[in-house]
């Protein structure tokens, strides 16, 4: 399976006034700290003028962080960029632990924002239409193929897929488990 463009987004609880531009000043102490293991950190982007949009982004040679607000539900999206070795299974949960890694660390800022991340479920986000077009055989394939990567993290846990997006979207579906798992742990 060649597919190496492609995210997981953590959704966020929110509680009252969330706005993303408060935590520019957080991506830039990531850059400067060099906080992200193996990432090249470049540069802050604010897109939170856009509805529907990407919100802030941090951008990375490998890969972007984005506070993602796309169908107005907000919350941290990691989109990989570059070529990781091994099998897909590896690969996903690489993807997934550096998204709850940037939760984990959204959740303990420094500024007077308190952010809380469902970690029950997340969106698989897929992009690069040449290896993974968005048609039902697709679909299906990627929610065999990521039930095994979760089950190789998760042994025993059960899934539900919902959310499948739209045959003119990328291919995306959501995530949730329905037994006690908390993925930010």
């Not at 706005?19 to 193996?38: A, G, N, R, Y």
């Not at 697709?138 to 739209?166: C, H, L, M, R, T």
Request: charge should be negative; proline fraction near 3%.
């Amino acid at each position: 399976m060649k597919l190496q463009k492609f995210g997981v987004k953590l959704f966020l609880e929110v509680n009252g006034n969330y706005s993303c531009k408060e935590f520019i000043p957080v991506f830039h102490t990531w850059i400067q700290d060099k906080l992200i293991e193996d990432h090249l950190l470049l540069d802050v982007a604010d897109y939170s003028h856009i509805p529907d949009g990407p919100g802030v982004m941090l951008i990375a040679h490998e890969g972007s962080f984005s506070l993602d607000q796309e169908k107005y539900k907000p919350g941290i999206m990691y989109m990989r960029k570059t070529k990781m070795e091994g099998d897909f299974k590896n690969r996903f949960n690489q993807v997934l632990s550096i998204t709850t890694e940037a939760a984990n660390r959204l959740q303990n800022n420094d500024i007077t924002n308190d952010v809380n991340f469902i970690s029950d479920s997340f969106r698989f986000i897929a992009n690069d239409r040449l290896y993974a077009d968005n048609t039902r055989d697709n679909q299906n394939f990627y929610k065999k193929e990521i039930q095994k990567a979760i089950n190789s993290k998760y042994p025993d846990s059960k899934v539900e897929i919902d959310d499948v997006s739209d045959k003119q979207e990328r291919l995306a579906f959501t995530i949730r488990f329905s037994d006690e798992i908390n993925i930010l742990e």
